[in-house]
């Protein structure tokens, strides 16, 4: 699932963001580091996870996404991509992310390891980082993706109050097909 984040005409705060951690309620969200890819790797080596997101492939290939957790400490101090590891006592249960950032837009995407569906920590870690976009990046409109089938990432979007735009044809790569696509926006953070 991906999430875009376009800035309005408000100021972008450009300033530095250190690296740091979020916690929520149940959650730890920390930056990602390159130890992170072996369980990136037994989480996506889950189909029903997998077919969920559009630029993974599967079955998943170790090396690819070892390459991918490689770049993420410049990505942030580039300011280009921030990415966290979402934790559930003292384990990653998946990854929420805002990357492909440039001055006036981002991507916004998350995947939690099955075993953690069905209990809120999807929307407690989009929620999260929805609050670090809007409040420390400094960006102001998110349109949002899920594939059409993917009921649990609409319920998602919608609770993070977004609303429906339409429905698109776009490449699934893990499925290597053409799927529908929502997609939605949201211009305010709801705390």
């Keep these: 699932m991906r ?9 972008m705060n450009m300033s530095f963001i250190p690296p740091r951690s979020i916690n929520t309620a149940r959650l ?3 930056p990602t580091r390159g130890s992170d890819a072996d369980r990136a790797f037994e989480i996506q080596a889950d189909w029903e996870v997998t077919r969920m997101l559009s630029m993974a492939s599967f079955p998943p290939d170790r090396q690819e996404i070892g390459r991918w957790f490689t770049h993420y400490e410049q990505e942030w101090l580039a300011g280009e991509a921030y990415r966290f590891a979402v934790e559930l006592e003292d384990r990653m249960i998946g990854l929420v992310d805002i990357d492909d950032i440039t001055a006036r837009e981002g991507s916004l995407g998350y995947w939690l390891d099955r075993a953690a569906w069905g209990r809120g920590y999807g929307f407690e870690a989009a929620h999260a980082v929805t609050r670090f976009a809007f409040q420390d990046i400094g960006l102001s409109r998110i349109t949002a993706g899920h594939a059409d089938d993917n009921l649990a990432s609409g319920r998602i979007l919608t609770k993070l109050g977004c609303t429906l735009l ?14 529908a696509r929502r997609r939605y926006e949201l211009t305010s953070f709801v705390a």
């Design 3 to 11: 999430l875009t984040f376009l800035v309005g005409s408000g100021p």
């Design 28 to 30: 730890l969200l920390r």
């Design 166 to 179: 339409d429905t698109v044809q776009g490449f699934s790569r893990s499925r290597g097909e053409n799927i």
